[in-house]
Nanobody, 125 residues
Framework: QLQASGGGLAQAGSGLRLSCVAS????????MSWFRQAPGKEREFVAA????????NYADSVKGRSTIFRDNANNALYLSLISLKPEDTAVYYC????????????????????WGQGTLVTVSS
Protein backbone atom coordinates (compact mmCIF):
# COMPACT_ATOMS: atom_id res chain seq x y z
CA GLN A 1 0.00 0.00 0.00
CA LEU A 2 1.04 3.58 -0.63
CA GLN A 3 0.00 6.55 1.47
CA ALA A 4 0.64 10.01 0.05
CA SER A 5 0.56 13.21 2.05
CA GLY A 6 1.82 16.78 2.06
CA GLY A 7 -0.65 18.44 -0.26
CA GLY A 8 -2.58 21.57 0.54
CA LEU A 9 -3.03 25.17 -0.47
CA ALA A 10 0.10 27.02 -1.55
CA GLN A 11 0.88 30.41 -2.97
CA ALA A 12 2.40 30.71 -6.42
CA GLY A 13 6.14 30.95 -6.11
CA SER A 14 6.32 28.96 -2.92
CA GLY A 15 7.34 25.34 -2.47
CA LEU A 16 6.16 22.17 -0.84
CA ARG A 17 7.23 18.60 -0.23
CA LEU A 18 5.03 15.59 -0.84
CA SER A 19 5.62 12.32 0.96
CA CYS A 20 4.62 8.76 0.22
CA VAL A 21 5.04 5.91 2.66
CA ALA A 22 4.96 2.33 1.47
CA SER A 23 4.00 -0.76 3.40
CA UNK A 24 3.69 -4.44 2.70
CA UNK A 25 6.54 -4.76 0.19
CA UNK A 26 10.28 -4.53 -0.03
CA UNK A 27 10.47 -0.83 -0.78
CA UNK A 28 14.07 -0.89 -1.95
CA UNK A 29 13.12 -3.04 -4.95
CA UNK A 30 10.20 -0.89 -6.07
CA UNK A 31 10.49 1.49 -9.00
CA MET A 32 8.68 4.62 -7.82
CA SER A 33 7.19 7.70 -9.35
CA TRP A 34 4.89 10.65 -8.95
CA PHE A 35 2.03 11.43 -11.30
CA ARG A 36 -0.58 14.15 -11.15
CA GLN A 37 -4.06 14.70 -12.46
CA ALA A 38 -5.62 18.11 -12.87
CA PRO A 39 -9.39 18.53 -13.06
CA GLY A 40 -10.68 17.42 -16.44
CA LYS A 41 -7.29 16.19 -17.59
CA GLU A 42 -5.58 12.85 -17.88
CA ARG A 43 -3.11 11.63 -15.31
CA GLU A 44 0.38 12.74 -16.28
CA PHE A 45 3.90 11.80 -15.35
CA VAL A 46 5.79 14.09 -13.01
CA ALA A 47 8.93 12.30 -11.84
CA ALA A 48 10.39 8.82 -11.47
CA UNK A 49 13.22 7.24 -9.54
CA UNK A 50 15.08 3.94 -9.69
CA UNK A 51 15.38 1.42 -6.87
CA UNK A 52 18.47 2.90 -5.27
CA UNK A 53 17.63 6.46 -6.20
CA UNK A 54 20.61 6.75 -8.50
CA UNK A 55 18.55 7.52 -11.60
CA UNK A 56 15.74 10.04 -11.87
CA ASN A 57 13.61 11.50 -14.62
CA TYR A 58 11.34 14.52 -14.71
CA ALA A 59 8.56 15.83 -16.89
CA ASP A 60 9.50 18.97 -18.77
CA SER A 61 6.78 20.86 -16.89
CA VAL A 62 8.57 20.42 -13.56
CA LYS A 63 12.19 20.00 -14.62
CA GLY A 64 14.42 22.36 -12.70
CA ARG A 65 11.70 22.98 -10.10
CA SER A 66 11.36 19.54 -8.62
CA THR A 67 13.37 16.84 -6.91
CA ILE A 68 12.32 13.26 -6.40
CA PHE A 69 14.16 11.27 -3.78
CA ARG A 70 13.65 8.26 -1.60
CA ASP A 71 14.62 6.93 1.80
CA ASN A 72 14.70 3.16 1.46
CA ALA A 73 15.48 2.67 5.14
CA ASN A 74 12.16 4.28 6.02
CA ASN A 75 10.10 3.09 3.02
CA ALA A 76 9.48 6.66 1.94
CA LEU A 77 9.34 8.56 -1.32
CA TYR A 78 9.39 12.33 -1.62
CA LEU A 79 8.74 15.02 -4.18
CA SER A 80 9.96 18.52 -3.57
CA LEU A 81 8.46 21.25 -5.71
CA ILE A 82 9.55 24.88 -5.76
CA SER A 83 8.46 27.97 -7.66
CA LEU A 84 4.93 26.63 -7.72
CA LYS A 85 2.60 27.74 -10.49
CA PRO A 86 -1.20 27.65 -10.66
CA GLU A 87 -0.86 25.01 -13.36
CA ASP A 88 0.73 22.71 -10.78
CA THR A 89 -2.70 22.40 -9.19
CA ALA A 90 -3.64 18.73 -9.28
CA VAL A 91 -4.07 15.58 -7.27
CA TYR A 92 -0.61 14.07 -6.92
CA TYR A 93 -0.26 10.30 -6.84
CA CYS A 94 2.67 8.16 -5.89
CA UNK A 95 2.99 4.89 -7.76
CA UNK A 96 5.07 1.74 -7.53
CA UNK A 97 6.09 -0.84 -10.05
CA UNK A 98 6.61 -4.18 -8.38
CA UNK A 99 8.38 -5.93 -11.26
CA UNK A 100 10.78 -3.23 -12.33
CA UNK A 101 14.46 -3.56 -13.01
CA UNK A 102 17.19 -2.19 -10.82
CA UNK A 103 18.52 1.03 -12.28
CA UNK A 104 15.47 1.66 -14.43
CA UNK A 105 12.77 4.27 -14.19
CA UNK A 106 9.40 4.28 -15.89
CA UNK A 107 7.32 7.19 -17.07
CA UNK A 108 4.02 5.75 -18.28
CA UNK A 109 0.88 5.27 -16.22
CA UNK A 110 0.59 1.69 -17.42
CA UNK A 111 4.01 0.78 -16.08
CA UNK A 112 2.83 1.01 -12.47
CA UNK A 113 0.67 -1.50 -10.65
CA UNK A 114 0.31 0.01 -7.20
CA TRP A 115 -1.10 3.50 -6.61
CA GLY A 116 -1.57 5.68 -3.59
CA GLN A 117 -4.79 7.53 -2.88
CA GLY A 118 -3.50 10.93 -4.00
CA THR A 119 -2.94 14.21 -2.25
CA LEU A 120 -4.42 17.47 -3.54
CA VAL A 121 -2.17 20.41 -4.26
CA THR A 122 -3.84 23.74 -4.96
CA VAL A 123 -1.69 26.66 -6.04
CA SER A 124 -3.23 30.11 -5.87
CA SER A 125 -1.96 33.04 -7.90
Amino acid sequence: QLQASGGGLAQAGSGLRLSCVASGRTFSSLSMSWFRQAPGKEREFVAAISWAGTRTNYADSVKGRSTIFRDNANNALYLSLISLKPEDTAVYYCAARTNGVSGAYYTSVGAYDVWGQGTLVTVSS
